[in-house]
């Protein structure tokens, strides 16, 4: 594994880290009070590592039901990284089950989301994915028994904290605003994810948008957009593509991924 | 550790880890026809959506309802990050606009 990718993931975990690390202090306190260990709060932010299904369970191990139906629960809530793993996989072909199994296992929406935000800086480097992940991971299991063991040392709703983590997503998703088309691309799945969510229960709202809007996106770039797959023979409309998006490598990506096979 | 919280916790890890474990582990394995991989490149864009937008509007409970204080606090962010593009730039004025918010609403 290479050191200098690891070490520019683990620089590019920071923003998390601060995220992760008050939020993970929060985790810890609830969790004590709702009875589990420190030992335990600890191991499942080792072993389960999900914010969102961590204080669920809480919730519930507190409202005393039992684990069964906290564990169906917990697998509907992060069924949603089912997306993120399949647009992770486009850039990790011919690795290594082992480096793959330990990649997707730390796989969260904010490690996600900062991938995403530069795509070449993934593209066949583990390393680097596994820094970013793994520092993560650490600020999380840190922040847990942090708070476990210690009760909230700061007041983790002070200091503006719970915007840390939506300032960051809120970044990552002008980021991703990269041409004209992508504006409304957002603003659509924006509208349908709050369709979504008032019409149906649970967090079905983000994996229904992602299939939605993904699927509108591949009807307008057929549309409106020349197709690069026609057109990556002639080399030049790609290098067009290419041009003032540094960060998207994906059409030689696929262009690749042809030679290969 | 009790039984039953060792399954609790057993449980959550397996059923986390297979969705994010399956389609790395498949799908780079397998060649996608190129409108599925074009799809997916939308996916990053519409999760993101779909992670922002109801946390604007919709209460802790999950009820629709505007929600002033983090929407004071995300539109300067939005703006920031267009014109900066930069993420400690626009996490701690995001934190800090909240928590200036805070003392006024």
Known sequence: ?261 | MELDTLYLILGMALVTFLPRFFPMVFLTRWTLPERVKKGLEYFPISILSAIVFPMLFFNGEGRMEVQPHYLLSAIPVFIFSWKAKNLWGSVILGMVIYWSLGFIL
Not at chain 1, 5 to 14: E, I, T
Not at chain 1, 35 to 55: I, R
Not at chain 1, 96 to 125: C, G, H, P, W, Y
Request: proline content about 4%.
């Open chain 1, 1 to 261: 594994m290479d050191d200098h990718q690891f070490k520019a993931g683990v620089k590019a975990a920071l923003p998390i880290v601060l995220g992760y690390l008050p939020v993970g202090m929060a985790f810890g306190v609830l969790a004590r009070n709702a009875g589990l260990t420190t030992w335990e709060a600890g191991s499942m932010s080792l072993l389960v590592y999900a914010g969102a299904s961590q204080f669920i369970a809480i919730e519930m191990i507190s409202k005393g039901i039992s684990w069964f139906p906290i564990v169906i629960a917990t697998f509907f809530i992060n069924l949603r990284h089912l997306l993120m793993s399949s647009t992770l996989s486009l850039y990790f072909k011919k690795n290594r089950l082992r480096t793959l199994s330990l990649l997707s296992a730390q796989l969260t929406d904010e490690s996600f989301a900062v991938a995403m935000s530069d795509t070449s800086k993934i593209s066949n480097r583990p390393g680097y994915l596994f820094g970013l992940q793994i520092t993560s991971h650490c600020a999380w299991i840190t922040g847990s028994v942090g708070g476990a063991l210690l009760g909230g040392l700061i007041d983790h709703k002070s200091y503006g904290i719970p915007f840390a983590l939506p300032a960051l997503f809120i970044c990552l998703l002008v980021f991703q605003v990269r041409k004209i088309h992508h504006f409304f691309i957002m603003v659509m799945a924006g509208l349908s994810s709050l369709f979504f969510k008032w019409a149906f229960p649970g967090n079905w709202y983000i994996i229904l948008t992602a299939l939605l809007v993904s699927g509108i996106g591949i009807v307008i770039e057929k549309k409106l957009i020349p197709s690069p797959s026609t057109a990556s023979g002639s080399g030049e409309p790609l290098a067009r593509r290419g041009e003032g998006e540094p960060a998207r490598r994906t059409s030689s990506l696929a262009g690749g991924d042809r030679g290969e096979k």
